[in-house]
């Protein structure tokens, strides 16, 4: 089932596919709204009187008694990414997702070539077909040209349009989907292998390096709002630090400048559901690299 949330900042499916590259596209098309909640606190309830009538003190009988020890404490395991249970509950929550989507009349009305979900996987693989440069702007002014124009090149008018229609109507849930979608995405072992659709983490790598520090990909950040920019600088992030900590960042993308300034602007949205989790993350990032320095 979908969960509504009242945080109007959700973009649509592309956004969170390849770290929300096409849903930045979209987005840069329309402003997003947002409210704050309010919420209640419950009611305090009285204390319980005891009406039970007084019995007559009995006498103390000094006994021995043996005290069990105390249970020891059971820590939360986390769900282990190459499971298949772990892999199957992510995979059902993307199959809700495009199901919902497909119910809607505004979806319906767009007359697509199939569900929701097979248009999600065309947009997917033009993207993973063609992704951006992440770096050497400076040596070449033609990346910095093709990296501006990128999604316009890729992406067609049709797919332009759903993905605008969806924000349109659709700005809700942004955090968690994000958060579904990389998971999705960073599925480990043989269980993300059976979805061919799952862009290569190659190709993620590429489109967080374009996005955290190509010229084209700080672009479009800049049009979005600041909670948009702190989330996808967020994923772009861990994706990097994941090819850096495996051998695999090709370009030599330097992280550690982004980490401090970004842990700044998370501070500054108490409204993050998970604002925790993200400050613990990039504080053991940033100790990583301290500690290689």
Sequence with gaps: MIKKENNHRWWLLPVVSLLVTAGLVGYYLYPEKGHEQGQELPAEKPAAIDITPSLPEQPIISE?????????????????????????????????????????KYIQGLRLEGSAYSRFKVILKKLAAKPPVPA????DAAIIISNIYHFFRVLNRN???????????????????MEMFYKWFTLRGHYADQESVIPSRKVLYQYAGFFLTSTGGRAYL???????????NYYCILLIHEADTTGKNNYGIDIFPYIAPLKDEIRHYPELQFQN????QLNRIENYYLQKR
């Design 159 to 177: 797919d332009l349009q759903l993905i605008k229609e969806v924000i349109l109507n659709e700005q809700d849930m942004i955090e968690i989907n």
């Design 277 to 280: 989790e993200y400050s613990e």
């Design 222 to 232: 800049l049009r979005r709002s600041s909670f948009v920019k702190v989330l996808v």
């Design 64 to 104: 021995e008694k043996t005290v069990a020890p105390p249970a020891p404490a059971i820590e939360a395991i986390a769900p282990d990414p190459s499971s298949a249970a772990y892999a199957m509950e992510i995979k059902e929550n993307i199959s809700e997702f495009f199901h919902y989507l497909d119910q809607k």
């Design 136 to 139: 050497g702007e400076s040596a």
